[in-house]
């Protein structure tokens, strides 16, 4: 099945490291790593990481946007970019050696023209019948729900299986459009969904069996932080816990996750063993500093001992 990737507000990363952070001095950094961001563009790239293939779909604008495509390439990334009058985003990624605290500084997205909207929808037109499109991350300033909306419309009116994960006012309107294949909300954003605190063990779940009943997803997937995550379908629940492992960073975490699940879903895995493996991919991701995603080695690791778990 093939697997493709939307990525409406794409970043150029930039990581780096200083010995102790304070204002107005001088910071003295090591010499940055750049690597393509945006939600849609870090699952391809995991899903590439871990032996699949998925093409990245997403605006390029400027410098930074031509070094994210350069990067991105050099990682064997199929792409389909479409031309942007602003620059593509640049984040900045820090590590502070003296604590070993991260500061995340995440820049807003480049705003698209009407006509780039319309570049991109054509895009989704060309997704062959019988695919997976994962549409991830935020919106750019300026684009609404509605663009979204018919964007999810626009796929499955082709066949095209539906997963999102994406946060706030894009996530609702997502589900509103109904039969999203695979939706991965944390704990605090399915409360949001629902509308009512989760506060009982039973209170996830329940949550997630109410989205689904509602038609508004086929399988949804609660990341709980270090207690692993839940999947809910329609006639199973599952949730796995990872082991214990030393986390050095948790950026990648949830991209890593989404594209090991996709790849599984592809394949017609069932709802126990895609969320094992997705929960394999996002441990194995934390095991990294900076911006780096899942790798194969890690995950596979990971994946055994929960098979045997």
Same mark, same amino acid.
């Given at each position: 099945m093939n697997i493709y990737t939307l990525t409406l507000a794409p970043s150029l990363d930039s990581a780096t490291r200083t010995s102790q952070i304070y204002p107005e001095g001088k910071l003295r950094c090591s010499a940055p790593v *750049? +690597?393509?961001g945006g939600g849609g563009i870090n699952v391809a790239r995991a899903i590439n990481h871990l032996g699949g293939? /998925? %093409?990245?779909? *997403?605006?390029?604008g400027g410098a930074t946007g031509e070094h994210l495509c350069h990067l991105l390439k050099e990682e064997d990334v199929d792409i389909i970019s479409v031309p942007s009058q602003e620059w593509t985003r640049q984040n900045l990624h820090v590590h502070i050696d003296s604590s070993g605290e991260q500061y995340r500084f995440v820049m807003p997205g480049a705003a698209l023209s009407s006509a780039e909207c319309q570049q991109l929808a054509g895009k989704i037109k060309s997704i062959p019948a019988d695919s997976l499109l994962v549409i991830s991350g935020s919106l750019p300033p300026g %684009?609404? %729900?509605?663009?979204?909306?018919s964007l999810i419309q626009l796929a499955q009116k082709q066949n095209i299986r539906c997963i999102i994960d994406s946060s706030g006012d894009a996530l609702s309107a997502a589900l509103e459009v109904g039969n999203i294949a695979l939706v991965k909300p944390n704990q605090k954003e399915l409360s949001a969904l629902?509308?009512?605190p989760l506060t009982q063990p039973d209170d996830v779940q329940l949550a997630a069996? +109410?989205?689904i009943r509602s038609g508004k997803a086929q399988n949804v997937v609660v990341s709980l932080g270090p207690q692993g995550a839940m999947g809910v379908s329609s006639d199973a629940c599952v949730q796995v816990v990872p082991p214990p492992v030393r986390s050095q960073s948790t950026v990648g975490a949830g991209d890593s996750m989404v594209g090991a699940m996709t790849l599984k879903l592809a394949d017609g895995a069932g709802l126990e063993d895609m969320v094992r493996y997705?929960? /394999?991919a996002g441990s194995a991701a934390t095991l990294n500093q900076g911006t780096r995603l899942c790798s194969f080695e890690n995950t596979e690791k990971i994946y055994r001992y929960l098979l045997q778990s």
């Open positions: *750049f +690597e393509p293939s /998925a %093409t990245a779909i *997403f605006p390029a %684009t609404d %729900t509605d663009y979204l909306c629902v509308k009512h069996q +109410e989205i997705g929960v /394999a």
